[in-house]
């Protein structure tokens, strides 16, 4: 065996580190075949205090050397080669007595195979990981996230063989750990079996079966999901995609603007609602510590126009009649194409002067956000609550 010593180099980020430091120790755990991976791994737990201390940058560096490696070869095969070199650390981590730690990274590394999978368009079972991550919230006490996380890997479960899902862990830790009834979890699991029949595997699964489910589902946990840009962005590209039926183009900006709110832990997506006279495409229930955004009421109603054209007076007033009757005093429309009339310092016209005149009238707040808008809460360049608040704000105080 060649003796190491002195200084190494890490050929991707070409940083020099000593050896038989920290550094050096993250790199031989990557680096090591199956049959050395647990001899290495605890050179990196030696010393507990520097494990903690550089735990970012030993994320990093596995974040770093995980998609160096994707690029180079098969993705499922790199995808199966160092998901065990992540998940051996994050278990280790908790073996250890640190939940807090463990669950960085398996957030991390829920991430990187979300936004990968996503980018080569191929699935890749999750179940694994998604249950170490409920398992991890579970020993945190994190009750409600830990639910949400095992009905991930439930769904992922039934999208791999409808036929086995009973008998593996994330229905099992359901039932026996967490003490949920196995009528409602099989009540949940057999309508998802309907929605992976229904519907092709596509990148944003497991979380818009989730999504799709919200009725049953959140009887068990209101949780919000992980954002994952990839995901966002995917659900926003279809959007541009051609769809056989009208309600297809609706119900793909509905699954849009669920996923954008499930992701925000201020507010939780109960789904559509359906009533007499009317239908109300997403009810979003508002729990926002923050005291401006809570001041929006404690519900909102999401009205999703994916149309070619734009949306006029006649619209807005319909929809303020709909939060009127509900008692709703926050609408938020989303119009692919925008809304018509003109906005000035000195002059309104079209929907813009209509919603100005329904919060004068009754104090019925419309806000709205466009296609531009929407790409940018999609690709991170605008946070929904701060958007949300903002456009809020220009309704009731009359700003430009």
């Not at 990093?60 to 995980?66: K, N, P, Q, V």
């Not at 098969?74 to 994050?90: C, G, M, N, R, Y």
């Not at 092709?200 to 992980?226: C, H, Q, Y």
Request: glycine fraction near 6%; include cysteine.
């Amino acid at each position: 065996m060649r003796i190491r010593q002195g200084k190494h180099r890490c050929h991707i980020s070409g940083g020099e580190y000593e050896h038989r430091s920290f550094s050096d120790a993250v790199h031989l755990y990557i680096n090591s075949p199956k049959h050395r991976e647990d001899w290495a791994l605890g050179l990196i737990f030696k010393s507990i205090p520097a494990l903690i201390q550089w735990l970012g940058g030993l994320i990093s560096e596995l974040d770093a050397h995980t998609i160096y490696a994707i690029n180079k070869e098969s993705f499922k095969d790199v995808i199966t080669k160092f998901e065990i070199k992540w998940l051996k650390l994050a278990v280790a981590l908790l073996n250890k007595g640190l939940p807090v730690e463990a669950r960085t990274v398996l957030i991390r590394w829920y991430i990187l195979l979300r936004s990968q999978e996503t980018l080569h368009n191929t699935r890749y079972h999750k179940g694994t990981t998604l249950w170490q991550i409920g398992r991890v919230n579970k020993e945190l006490e994190a009750i409600d996230s830990a639910r949400s996380f095992f009905l991930l890997a439930m769904f992922e479960d039934i999208r791999g063989d409808s036929t086995t899902w009973k008998t593996l862990p994330a229905r099992n830790w359901l039932v026996e750990q967490l003490q949920v009834s196995s009528t409602l979890i099989d009540k949940i699991g057999e309508e998802a079996t309907q929605v992976t029949t229904r519907h092709l595997w596509n990148p944003g699964e497991p979380e818009t079966i989730w999504i799709r489910l919200a009725g049953p589902r959140r009887k068990i946990t209101r949780a919000s999901l992980v954002f994952i840009k990839a995901i966002s962005t995917f659900l926003f590209n279809l959007l541009e995609q051609n769809a056989t039926t009208k309600k297809e183009i609706g119900d793909r900006l509905e699954l849009l603007m669920s996923y954008l709110f499930a992701t925000n832990s201020g507010f939780e997506v109960l789904g559509s609602t359906l009533s007499p006279d009317a239908q109300n495409d997403i009810v979003i229930r508002n729990r926002h510590s923050d005291q401006a955004i809570s001041s929006l009421g404690g519900y909102l109603l999401v009205e999703c126009k994916n149309w070619k054209k734009r949306v006029n007076s006649a619209t807005i007033r319909e929809i303020a009649g709909r939060l009127q009757a509900a008692g709703v005093q926050t609408g938020i429309l989303v119009s692919s194409s925008g809304i018509t009339g003109t906005q000035t310092p000195m002059k309104r016209s079209g929907a813009r002067l209509t919603i100005s005149k329904e919060y004068i009238r009754d104090r019925t707040a419309i806000v709205y956000f466009d296609r531009t808008i929407l790409k940018s809460l999609c690709s991170g360049d605008l946070v929904l609550e701060n958007e949300l608040l903002e456009v809020y704000e220009k309704v009731i105080f009359d700003l430009d």
